[in-house]
């Protein structure tokens, strides 16, 4: 099933990386973009087109975004521009809303991020990715390919140029595209599939994650992003499980294929990883229809972060290892390897 497998993944993220393209990417929140986020309970039904006329006086430009369920009356106003006294705008709207709606309508909470703070969150947000990703492609390499010092030496070698690059001042998003792409290479170079499986399925699953949040036009927000973290990690702790049944088997027996045994691996262990995956998708869809507007988009990045997390530990990290060993197979060796392996052929 790996091949279709790999063509459903590819699609996915190729339909988000598209949606990213033309919508000029995320939607995002105010704490990387900058500017100032009301969200106000109305005790009426209303509609953007009307809030944004009852705040036209003191909010320009801006978006507004109904949250939670049409009964609830939540609506969230995000603008760009930065008001320095939070209480007085607070009241100000509420006076202003007061006059379009009648007495009794509430403003919820009142945030705002200055330009340079939105900017240098969203460059910490990536690199704090990158390093993620670094670190448990070290930690696989030393765990199941015991290779603890060319691992060190590629993590060493990327965070010293990461940061010489920095210093030059390269946009943040080519450096950690750059890098990341490097770290992939590195692990081939250097022969460590298994970093390289749990990474391209660590990779997988953050695409996935932001190309659904594209489609859906969802605000990306710290508590988003707080999310793709914790996903990684959730997705990694399935992708070791099945990695150390793989090595185990080829333990115990190295004559059997390796297709085979990698999908006896799998089945050993995919019934242990379906019920821990549900478990926790029960749970956080709960908070997802129960919890509020407050973690509404956090527990939805968990909802599609669970099921690839899983889905990637059994369609793509572990296809990673067949593809690896296949292409290996496929390298030409060298001329003393093929004579020594055409005289043991014909002594037998």
């Known amino acids: 099933m790996r091949y279709k497998a790999f063509l459903l993944s590819g699609t996915i993220i190729l339909l988000g990386l598209i949606t990213l393209f033309v ?3 995320l939607n995002m929140g105010v704490d990387f973009a900058g500017g100032t986020l009301i969200q106000a309970k109305f005790n009426q039904q209303t509609n953007p087109d009307q809030i944004r006329n009852a705040l036209q006086g003191i ?3 801006a978006f507004v975004q109904q949250i939670g369920s049409s009964s609830d009356n939540e609506y969230l106003i995000r603008t760009d521009a930065i008001h320095e006294e939070l209480g ?11 006059k379009s709606y009648g007495p ?3 403003v919820l909470r009142v945030e705002m991020v200055g330009p340079k703070v939105g900017h240098d969150l969203r460059q910490k947000a990536l690199y704090s990715i990158f390093y993620a990703l670094l670190l448990i492609a070290i930690y696989i390499s030393g765990r199941f390919e015991f290779k603890w010092t060319a691992s060190l030496i590629m993590g060493g070698v990327l965070i010293v140029g990461i940061y010489l690059l920095q210093a030059l001042g390269l946009n943040a ?3 950690i595209g750059g890098a990341l792409t490097v770290t992939l290479v590195l692990c081939w170079v250097l022969k460590l599939p298994y970093a390289l499986g749990a990474l391209l399925s660590l990779v997988h699953d953050i695409l996935i994650t932001i190309g659904i949040f594209a489609l859906f036009n969802k605000e990306f927000s710290l508590e988003v992003f707080a999310a793709l973290l914790t996903l990684s990690g959730y997705s990694l702790n399935d992708t070791i499980i099945v990695y150390d049944r793989i090595r185990e088997n080829r333990n115990k027996d190295k004559k059997i294929k390796f297709s085979d045994m990698i999908n006896g691996a799998i089945n050993q262990t995919l019934s242990r990883t379906v019920l821990t995956s549900m478990t926790v998708f029960f749970v956080i869809l709960c908070l997802f229809l129960l919890g509020g507007s407050v973690i509404h988009d956090f527990s939805f990045a ?6 690839t997390g899983s889905y990637s530990s059994v369609f793509v990290a572990s296809p990673i290892l067949i593809a690896y060993e296949d292409l290996k ?5 060298p001329a003393s390897k093929r004579t020594a392996a055409v005289k043991a052929k014909a002594k037998n």
């Open 173 to 175: 998003v080519y450096l």
């Open 329 to 333: 197979k496929k390298k030409p060796q």
């Open 59 to 61: 909010i320009s430009h």
């Open 302 to 307: 968990m909802l599609i972060g669970v099921v």
């Open 23 to 25: 919508r000029g990417g």
């Open 88 to 98: 007085s705008l607070s009241n100000r709207i509420e006076d202003e809303l007061s």
């Open 104 to 106: 009794g309508q509430q």
